[in-house]
């Protein structure tokens, strides 16, 4: 078991700050929740969500609770609410995501919002080449990941209620101007020549056309619970990104798994493809535009040198909060690192397309 999955594999007791009223959420659950029965028991995952979730056992049923952190908050960060209302509606559907049951707007219950939905049982992969599975295996677990982002892309969002979920329309420049203003307002942090490069160049370089769709935000193999046994996705997991926004940048968010190394993120960058009989980058591209009748994506290393960018923008923005002091754990340090990195990789896909 590799360091980054024994960090975020399995539950630990309840950490010290992140402790709530048992019996409050108890009477709560009993009066929200179809089937509820205590008593219950309450665990804190690993994983390092930004909003703190918890798995409830009961004798007869497991839930997981995701709630908004303790303390002060900026305004419209971790919108619980938010992610537990796209769940439900995209449940509606037959998508992959776990029952919600309830949504808590009421602090006086364990002191902050909180949503309540199934607990999904399955595998979560941290490494994208997916070493516990047999190589003759690999392409289904792949082709699987594809299917689920084409079926989200698909799915109607005005007909399940999310019309309002966020901005229709000129995605990339709005993305692309709120970005780069965050890494031209953060002095501190410095500046980057590469980055530079990609404020002045992705404005002027949007492809023609624009499209609305639901998309996730953070697509990515360790946000999604596989079958135990079979090359098929249970439950797509961490909304917290998710908006309206155009499909291919979040297609393309996915993808750069492809040029990403992994010890930033999943990533594929420098592994034996072949070998590991994974899809191709062109392979995995083609099956996505098949499944959602495109011919294919053109300016294709626009949209990811985009996510690159955005990737390194708030890499950038935690090392300004390293260098200030608000962010000192390893995980910012290492992130603060990686930012030259990402925006380097950025600008090796911007130049594919001149």
Partial sequence: MTDITEANTGTTAVREGYGFDEAALTRWMESHVEGFAGPLTVEQFRGGQSNPTYKLVTPSKKYVLRRKPPGQLL?????????????????????????????????????????????????????????????????AYFDAMNETMAALHKVDHEAVGLGDYGKPGNYFARQIGRWSKQYLADEEAGRDPNMDRLVEWLPDNIPPGDETSVVHGDFRCDNMIFHPTEPSVLAVLDWELSTLGHPLADFAYHAMMYRMPPDIVAGLEGADLAALNIPSEEAYVAAYCERMGRKSIANW??????????????????????????????????????????????VQAMEKCT
């Fill in 75 to 139: 305004k419209g960060a971790h919108a619980v609410e938010r992610e537990a209302r796209v769940m439900q509606a995209l449940g509606t559907t037959g998508f992959p995501v776990p029952r919600v049951y309830g949504i808590c707007t009421d602090e006086d219950v364990i002191g902050t919002w909180f949503f309540v939905m199934d607990m999904v049982e399955g595998r979560i992969f941290w490494d994208a080449t997916f070493p516990d599975v047999a190589r003759e295996d690999r392409p």
């Fill in 301 to 346: 290393d626009f949209y990811v040198a985009f996510q690159f960018f955005r990737l390194a923008a708030i890499f950038h923005g935690i090392k300004g909060r390293v260098i200030r002091g608000t962010a000192a754990n390893a995980q910012a340090q290492d992130r603060a690192k990686a930012f030259p990195r990402l925006a380097e990789l950025a």
